[in-house]
């Protein structure tokens, strides 16, 4: 079912789901949504599998045309949703659309990602049992690349009742500065105890050089004890490796699944969808924290996520949201029934 | 007892580590344990490995695997292998159109060496290579046991697109682009081969921890593998 033609994609905007995996011994990324919390919530306010695939856009979303009854949902980083030019919207919210509708999403204000689902998840064929693009494969998504506008794309069918906006008290925070926990290793030994600490102690910048493959930052140098090169392995997300340039470069989605530079450090699991949303000019620094702290940790991140996805997944039973434009006053009502 | 050894590569993978050279002897252990952990132990909450020259690195669940117990099972990999049958790599045969308009550099890369372009083409297809690992992009092998006779330098200035199934040589080393990207290694030939076709139930015809060997094929050859 044809639901949506992109009239301008934004500047960098591709299909995602939660990631190809399996194949990174064959030397393929295993790609997927860069901020996987925001991604999901998106599919599951609407009452989509949460690995349904969106779009992912970077800095400013698409604007798009409805060509057929549905509703959808913008997640991630901070902006507002225009229907019809006049009707704004928040992110987290589930927006029913008719067809004819304009809808265009404006540039983000505070992380760099933002995710727009639709009801029933975009239908492109399903690669290598994912539907993310991976631009380097030129695999999955729309024809393996990004949207450039004019595309027309599809959902699949849905019967599923709508989920609840999350409130902006509850939605994830992405401003800077960035202070990632990091496990040490694997090739923590290749640096000297003062490269060590320099990484540990010193901010970072993330520079220019920063897309879905990975991000080089920019600081202090990072001093290897000899050579910057290791027989090549295996490189695993959130990999921070550091070249003889001595600037660490973290790894993401999209990364080399092999490599030879050392990697001094791996940032913890729960730091990857804030990674993801974090943007060129933002200040980084790391932590190193021991696998027993990194596992307490994430149960509390594991505890967080599931509570929103809860929040969220609930259909509003005995209840009614909608929004009311008044004079150009957007409001956000919900009615409740009493016994 | 072998040199092995298990470092932490954040919260949910880890790295199993054999010697610290490129040899054909400690990747066959790579593969070894690759094939115990992915075919053989059944062990659950075991997500991915990536076996590289000499390591694999393995992706785990971490509510299935503490580090620790995992590591100590990795640690014994060897001693789980005794009883294991390992099946014999297979080598994958690659057709190979070599010089002409497929192959522009094999002209240098023979006057490089001091040899004819025939010599060229029996010295790179009478080797066997061994498929170290695979890397880079979707389904480029990283070949070993290239002859140092037809060891070319790279081009000083990069092609900005190479088409894929192009052969080349860079350095000591032999490879097949998978697709089409910029490179600067020397090209000698073309494959009419995909090597990665999404499309397939099994999308990548090199497997890492085996073998590979070119044989040349003429230009109607070359086009009937097209068709077909």
Not at chain 1, 194 to 208: H, M, P, R
Not at chain 1, 276 to 301: C, M, T, W
Request: contains cysteine; charged residues 25%.
């Amino acid at each position: 079912m044809q639901v949506i033609k992109v009239i301008e994609s934004g500047p960098f905007t591709t299909v995602q789901d939660g990631g190809r995996f399996g194949y990174q011994r064959y030397g393929m990324a295993p790609a997927g949504a860069m901020d996987e919390v925001s991604y999901q919530l998106g599919n599951l306010i609407l009452g989509n599998e949460a690995n349904a695939a969106s779009l992912e856009f970077t800095l400013k979303g698409p604007r798009l045309e409805i060509l057929h009854d549905t509703a959808l949902v913008v997640t991630g980083g901070r902006c507002v949703v225009n229907v019809n030019g006049h009707r704004k919207y928040l992110i987290f919210e589930p927006i029913e659309v008719k067809s004819g509708d304009q809808v265009d999403i404006e540039w983000i204000t505070e992380g760099v990602r933002g995710y727009l689902a639709v009801k029933g998840g975009f239908d492109v064929p399903l690669i290598m049992q994912s539907r993310s693009t991976y631009l380097r494969g030129k695999i999955g998504g729309f024809e393996g690349r990004r949207l450039k506008g004019e595309e027309v794309l599809s959902a699949f069918q849905s019967n599923n009742s709508l989920g609840r906006a999350l409130p902006e008290k509850q939605w994830p925070s992405y401003l800077p500065p960035f202070e990632i926990d990091v496990i040490m290793g694997p090739q923590v030994d290749f640096f000297t105890e003062e490269g060590i600490n320099t990484f540990l102690n010193e901010t970072f910048q993330i520079s220019e050089s920063a897309d879905r493959m990975g991000y080089r930052l920019t600081g202090p140098e990072v001093v290897h004890v000899d050579k910057a090169d290791i027989i090549s392995d295996g490189i695993p997300l959130g990999a921070i490796q550091v070249p003889g340039h001595k600037q660490p470069i973290i790894m993401m989605k999209d990364r080399q699944t092999t490599g030879g530079y050392p990697k001094i450090a791996t940032a913890v699991s729960y730091e990857i969808y804030r990674l993801g949303q974090a943007k060129p000019g933002d200040q980084l620094s790391f932590r190193s924290v021991s696998l027993d702290q990194a596992i307490e940790k994430k149960n509390h991140y594991n505890k967080w996520f599931q509570g929103l996805t809860e929040y969220v997944s609930q259909p509003a039973q005995g209840e009614k949201h909608f929004r009311l434009f008044i004079d150009d006053k957007s409001y956000y009502v919900s009615i409740k029934e009493i016994d | 007892m072998a040199e092995i050894n298990v470092v932490p590569a954040g919260d949910q993978a880890l790295a199993l580590e054999f010697e610290n050279r490129i040899d054909p002897e400690i990747n066959s252990k790579v593969r070894a344990a690759d094939y115990y952990l992915t075919k053989e132990s059944k062990l659950k909450g075991l997500l991915e490995t990536v076996p590289t020259y000499r390591s694999l690195l393995v992706y785990y669940d971490p509510d299935v695997w503490d580090y620790e117990e995992l590591k100590e099972v990795l640690l014994n990999v060897e001693e789980h292998l005794k009883d294991v049958a390992i099946p014999n790599p297979e080598t994958l045969e690659i057709p190979v159109l070599y010089g002409g308009e497929y192959g522009p550099d094999i002209d240098y890369v023979a006057e490089y060496n001091n040899l004819t372009i025939e010599e060229v083409i029996d010295i790179h297809h009478s080797s066997t290579y061994l498929i170290y690992m695979l890397g880079f992009v979707p389904g480029f092998p990283y070949l070993g046991g290239m002859s140092s006779k037809i060891a070319t330098p790279r081009l000083e200035n990069p092609r900005t697109q190479i088409p894929a199934g192009s052969v080349g040589i860079a350095g000591s080393q032999t490879g097949i682009y998978p697709l089409e990207s910029p490179g600067g290694w020397r090209l000698i030939g073309r494959t009419p081969l995909k090597l990665f076709d999404p499309s397939k139930e099994d999308p990548f015809l090199p497997k890492p921890g085996h073998y590979l060997k070119f044989y040349p094929i003429s230009e109607d050859e070359f086009e009937s593998y097209l068709q077909a």
